[in-house]
């Protein structure tokens, strides 16, 4: 018969039967491990809010050392602790602090001791950057008017001037900061992968594709079933996430959106003992101290955690 496509009459060969679908749920302490092998981090949540504290732990008891960091545009804890811990060699900043809390203690200090060494940036540093890697572009280039009237090409020499090909305008570009590893904790994910940030800043799925491997931490672990009656909120989809581990409170001492605030007393505390150069006694009684994230619960208290669930 005319138009028929040659050989569509043709018997169709057996349904070849699909693998099965791969689980990604792993213990933290494996995910410590995990992150530990690795020298270069993108970190999402922001000062208060979201940060992958448990994951940070866990790799910091896993060994985690000598490591670079690329934070979102705004970051807090998640890398002052790393820092006052003294595993960090570099650090791509916009900006490190705790919002109306004050500064970043660690951070402070190594600075002005240069114990670390700092590539100044900005949020278009930082965000662009990701974009670059996440988008397997060898550079991003933005107007002139951006830096030009900045000290941010002199201080980063990551920061070049070229000519637009297309003008004939000077343009400044920006290289792709690529990570070995994103670690990012959500609100729900199933075991598959799927899974859903209610906050954030929307940078987390560049930065999943900016990095070689990728590791959620969730409050909820929940069914796929759960998952697909609102694939709108999936932030990161299945394929883009190597491991799953479900850590209630992991968070804490920053709040996870729509499930609990931040800690203030356990924050203020945290600068207190930093600004006084007691990071060990920090170090000792909340992250090296607890023999698993549920100890560490335990140090913080029933009470408290419940009462960081009411102010939502």
Excluded at 44 to 52: E, H, K, R, S, V
Excluded at 78 to 95: E, K, N, P
Excluded at 189 to 203: K, S
């Amino acid at each position: 018969m005319k138009g028929n496509i040659q050989g569509a009459s043709r018997p169709l060969s057996p349904k070849t039967p699909s693998p099965e679908r791969k689980r990604k749920v792993i213990s933290l302490s494996e995910a410590g491990e995990m992150i530990a092998k690795c020298r270069s981090i993108h970190v999402a949540g922001d000062q208060l809010f979201d940060a992958p504290m448990a994951l940070i732990r866990a790799a910091m008891r896993a060994g985690a050392k000598g490591l670079t960091l690329i934070p979102t545009v705004a970051t807090g804890i998640a890398f002052d602790l790393l820092i006052a811990a003294g595993r960090v060699d570099t650090l791509y900043l916009s900006y490190v602090g705790f919002e109306g809390l004050g500064l970043a203690p660690a951070f402070r200090k190594a600075g002005e001791k240069k114990t670390i060494h700092i590539v100044e940036g900005d949020e278009p540093f930082v965000v662009l950057g990701t974009r670059a890697a996440a988008s397997g572009l060898p550079f991003i280039a933005v107007p002139r008017h951006v830096y030009g009237a900045t000290d941010i090409p002199k201080l980063n020499p990551y920061i070049h001037r070229i000519k637009d090909p297309y003008t004939g305008e000077e343009v400044y570009t920006i290289p792709p900061l690529r990570a070995d590893v994103c670690i990012i904790h959500v609100q729900q994910a199933d075991e598959y992968g799927n899974a859903q940030c209610w906050g954030g800043n929307r940078q987390e799925p560049d930065k999943a594709k900016a990095s070689d491997l990728v590791i959620v931490s969730t409050e909820e672990l929940v069914s796929v079933d759960e998952t697909k009656k609102a694939p709108d909120k999936t932030t990161l989809p299945g394929y883009m996430v190597d491991a799953v581990v479900h850590v209630p409170f992991g968070a804490h001492p920053t709040g996870s959106s729509h499930c609990y605030t931040y800690d203030e007393a356990h924050l203020r505390m945290y600068q207190d003992l930093v600004g006084k150069s007691k990071e060990e006694e920090y170090l000792s009684k909340f992250v090296f101290g607890p023999k698993d994230h549920y100890e560490y619960l335990e140090q913080i208290g029933v009470e408290r955690l419940f009462n960081l669930r009411k102010v939502l």
